[in-house]
């Protein structure tokens, strides 16, 4: 036990966070858990106990408080890594409330370079998004496909998120490897842990399950007269266990100085497009039942097309998708039914 790699990991009570923990502690590491639970539950740090038979250490703090920070890191010695996954994650409340976005992404991003760099703590797995190339121009998207302009505030966070890493780790004594996940998706087979969306859902699988549920009445789909084969936007969604699995690889890699350069980034996705009608269809397939959904008109800044080139992820990190649509759809389904044990719709 003593001698247990020790990775602390922001943001770990939340969708993606959760399962890495998971997935952490299952690979042999040991887990500290910062987290402000604005947007968690601490439920989720019994359920991690639950399916591990370990409770990790937990912090509730807030990055902004770089007091509390430095006081985190002084008690958490022999740190191996971080993982920065905390950060506000709603595109469209991004655009309304740019300071507040800027704020909380950049600031505690930067909070923890200079509190890692004051205790020595050298390696860094960063949260980004598909979002950093913006409307891409040529598909599948490649690590090296030149950014376009951000569409939302939450896109530029993660670009310059990238970029002040990036300049950092040119200089100083810090690796990074940065994620860009595409379409996080699913849960835990297990259904003790999934995503807990506050209020309307904005994603599609969480609003497709909240309508199964019958907690909202139909799904809307954003559009269906795209340039794609159905007219619906293709995505590349990602298993979440899967995407958690990247995280501790990449841990794995930083601790055994198997990286090859200071700053490195990967694609993390299938690789594979699916249609938000393909999506509907194996979700009612594989669950048996039908769900009420019509066509609307299109969502501004919505790309048609997003997926990704996976090879630098397979070559290089050896990490690969290795769950698809019907563990998505189930997993998900799942999941929902549990947050809602005497539904009688269910
Ligand atoms: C969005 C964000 C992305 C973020 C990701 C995960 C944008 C431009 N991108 O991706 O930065 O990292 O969420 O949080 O906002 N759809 C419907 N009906 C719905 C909901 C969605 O048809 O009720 C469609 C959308 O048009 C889209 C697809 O489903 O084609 C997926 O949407 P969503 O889950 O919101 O993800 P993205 O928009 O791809």
């Given at each position: 036990?003593?001698?247990?790699?020790?990775i602390?990991?922001?943001g770990?009570?939340?969708?993606?966070?959760?399962?890495?923990?998971?997935?952490?502690?299952?690979?042999?590491?040991?887990?500290?858990?910062?987290?402000?639970?604005?947007?968690?539950?601490?439920?989720?740090?019994?359920?991690?106990?639950?399916?591990?038979?370990?409770?990790?250490?937990?912090?509730?703090?807030?990055?902004?408080?770089?007091?509390q920070?430095y006081?985190?890191?002084s008690?958490?010695?022999?740190?191996?890594?971080?993982?920065?996954?905390?950060?506000?994650?709603?595109?469209g409340?991004?655009v309304?409330?740019p300071?507040?976005?800027?704020?909380?992404?950049?600031?505690?991003l930067?909070?923890?370079l200079?509190?890692?760099?004051?205790f020595?703590?050298?390696?860094?797995?960063?949260s980004?998004?598909?979002?950093?190339?913006?409307?891409?121009?040529?598909?599948?998207?490649?690590?090296s496909?030149?950014?376009?302009?951000?569409?939302?505030?939450?896109g530029?966070?993660?670009?310059?998120?990238?970029?002040?890493?990036?300049?950092?780790?040119?200089?100083?004594?810090?690796?990074?490897?940065?994620l860009?996940?595409?379409?996080?998706?699913?849960?835990?087979?297990?259904?003790?842990?999934?995503?807990?969306?506050?209020?309307?859902p904005?994603?599609?699988?969480?609003?497709?399950?909240?309508?199964?549920?019958?907690?909202?009445?139909?799904?809307?789909?954003?559009?269906?007269?795209?340039?794609?084969?159905d007219?619906?936007?293709?995505r590349?969604?990602?298993?979440?266990v899967d995407?958690?699995?990247?995280?501790?690889?990449?841990?794995g890699?930083?601790?055994d100085?198997?990286?090859?350069?200071?700053?490195?980034?990967?694609?993390?996705?299938?690789?594979?497009g699916?249609?938000v009608?393909?999506?509907?269809?194996?979700?009612?397939?594989q669950n048996?039942?039908?769900l009420?959904?019509?066509?609307?008109?299109?969502?501004?800044?919505?790309?048609?097309?997003?997926?990704?080139?996976?090879?630098?992820?397979?070559?290089?990190?050896?990490?690969?998708?290795?769950?698809?649509?019907?563990?998505?759809?189930?997993?998900?389904?799942?999941?929902?039914?549990?947050?809602?044990?005497?539904?009688?719709?269910l």
């Open positions: 036990m003593g001698n247990k790699q020790k602390l990991v922001t770990g009570l939340g969708y993606i966070g959760s399962h890495t923990v998971v997935a952490l502690i299952q690979a042999g590491y040991e887990v500290v858990i910062l987290d402000d639970l604005s947007n968690s539950s601490l439920m989720i740090l019994d359920r991690i106990e639950q399916i591990t038979g370990v409770r990790p250490s937990f912090y509730q703090i807030n990055l902004l408080d770089k007091k920070l006081a985190i890191f008690d958490e010695t022999d740190l191996s890594a971080v993982i920065h996954f905390a950060a506000f994650k709603a595109v409340e991004s309304r409330e300071v507040k976005y800027f704020t909380n992404n950049l600031v505690s930067l909070h923890l200079e509190v890692m760099d004051h020595q703590v050298t390696n860094l797995v960063f980004s998004s598909a979002t950093v190339y913006g409307d891409a121009r040529e598909l599948p998207v490649k690590e496909t030149p950014f376009q302009k951000a569409l939302s505030s939450y530029s966070t993660k670009q310059m998120g990238e970029e002040i890493l990036e300049k950092t780790a040119a200089v100083k004594d810090i690796q990074v490897i940065s860009r996940y595409f379409n996080p998706v699913g849960a835990h087979d297990s259904a003790w842990i999934g995503e807990l969306p506050n209020g309307v904005n994603n599609l699988m969480p609003y497709i399950t909240q309508v199964a549920a019958g907690l909202r009445p139909s799904l809307t789909v954003f559009g269906n007269d795209y340039d794609t084969p007219g619906t936007c293709v590349d969604y990602i298993h979440v995407l958690a699995k990247a995280h501790v690889k990449s841990c890699r930083l601790i100085k198997k990286n090859r350069d200071s700053f490195e980034v990967f694609n993390i996705g299938t690789g594979k699916l249609s009608l393909e999506i509907i269809h194996a979700f009612e397939k048996q039942l039908s009420k959904y019509e066509i609307g008109p299109r969502r501004s800044g919505d790309s048609p097309a997003m997926y990704a080139d996976v090879t630098r992820a397979k070559e290089i990190l050896r990490w690969e998708a290795e769950l698809g649509l019907t563990e998505i759809v189930t997993s998900a389904w799942k999941w929902e039914q549990t947050l809602h044990p005497h539904n009688t719709c």
